[in-house]
């Protein structure tokens, strides 16, 4: 029922009325180059112009950044051409002025280097942590498997992640899918630029999937006196009448369903910064590390290492220091 509700208002690309012919441009410092802006749906206001915007002069500019628009005409296409002044990120928006209904603005992303090399390098670093990431799950799995046992896995960790994952792929589903949702951002940013790609859905339905194999072997193999314990259930709880009072409030229109996404994603923010501690504080009592894989840690830890990196490299491509300096704990892990 919460997924129908979400996603009854996902409409395609092809209803829209303002198109740009690509919605993400890289370019080199010191360059040009062009996009494509159509209207394929007639005007009746003599007066109508489309309006190019940009949030960061400093990283490049665009002209023609108005354009009148002949009244009456089906379908018309202008090329706007963008000059980087600067290595940076830049959102430029093409609206309709005076607004029309049903016509809505498109956002496309531009992304200003320094070096394509860098940014290549960015790519492949990028690929190494999600992948890393991703396999981090397979070695518990396999540790399970191999000993028919799950004693030394604790059920707290387990519980924690199935819950963070959960709500990190509604999250990303709701954002990623939903035209509701991504009109609800556009009100609140100012921007269609969408914060959730492609692999940030695979990665948050996989590793969903691989916690519940994971809880399924809990369920078949030797696990002795293990259980989620009380203060973990308590908390679990409190997370689901947290959001369950949330969720009220959407539907008596106090808050909107983006604001219940986002606060999915703050709960399991707080989830990544304390699921670990359950099986610290294990493994401190058994004074063994037994049952709890290895290769799990050591690859989440290359995943996050490697995340930094690309941060650092990016901020270096983009002489942007400032997103390296606000680095806030990357809800994937």
């Known amino acids: 029922m919460l997924f129908f509700l979400l996603f009854s208002g996902a409409q395609t690309l092809a209803n829209a009325q303002l198109l740009v012919s690509t919605p993400d441009i890289s370019m080199l410092n010191n360059t040009e180059t062009y996009f494509t802006v159509i209207l394929n749906t007639p005007v009746s206001n003599n007066e109508s112009k489309i309006v190019i915007k940009h949030n960061n002069d400093k990283v490049l500019s665009a002209e023609p950044s108005i354009i009148p628009v002949q009244p009456n005409i089906i379908s018309s296409s202008w090329n706007v051409t963008i000059t980087a002044k600067h290595p940076g990120n830049a959102i430029l928006t093409v609206s309709l002025e005076p607004a029309q209904k049903d016509i809505k603005?498109?956002?496309i992303h531009v992304a200003v280097e320094k070096d394509f090399r860098l940014g290549l390098a960015s790519d492949i670093i990028g690929w190494i942590y999600f992948s890393a990431w991703t396999i981090s799950f397979y070695p518990q799995l396999y540790t399970n498997y191999k000993k028919k046992s799950v004693i030394g896995l604790n059920f707290d960790f387990l519980g924690l992640n199935l819950i963070g994952f959960t709500l990190y792929s509604l999250y990303n589903l709701g954002y990623y899918s939903s035209s509701l949702i991504q009109d609800q951002f556009?009100?609140?940013n100012g921007t269609n630029s969408?914060?959730?790609?492609l692999?940030?859905?695979?990665?948050?339905?996989h590793a969903t999937i691989v916690t519940l194999l994971t809880i399924f072997q809990c369920l078949i193999y030797e696990r002795g006196t293990q259980k989620v314990s009380i203060g973990a259930r308590c908390l679990m709880c409190a997370y689901f009448l947290y959001l369950s009072g949330v969720l009220?409030?959407?539907l008596f229109n106090k808050f909107q369903w983006i604001d219940f996404l986002n606060q999915c994603s703050d709960v399991k923010l707080t989830i990544t910064l304390i699921k670990y501690i359950p099986q610290a504080y294990m493994n401190f009592q058994r004074k063994s590390t037994s049952g709890w894989s290895i290769g799990n840690v050591l690859l989440d830890f290359t995943g996050g290492m490697f995340s930094i990196l690309q941060m650092v490299i990016l901020a270096i491509n983009f002489d942007d220091w400032d997103g390296l300096l606000t680095l806030v704990p990357n809800p994937k892990t």
């Open 248 to 250: 009220g409030l959407v």
């Open 194 to 197: 969408n914060p959730v790609q």
């Open 105 to 107: 603005p498109s956002d």
């Open 186 to 188: 556009f009100e609140k």
């Open 199 to 205: 692999n940030d859905v695979f990665f948050s339905i």
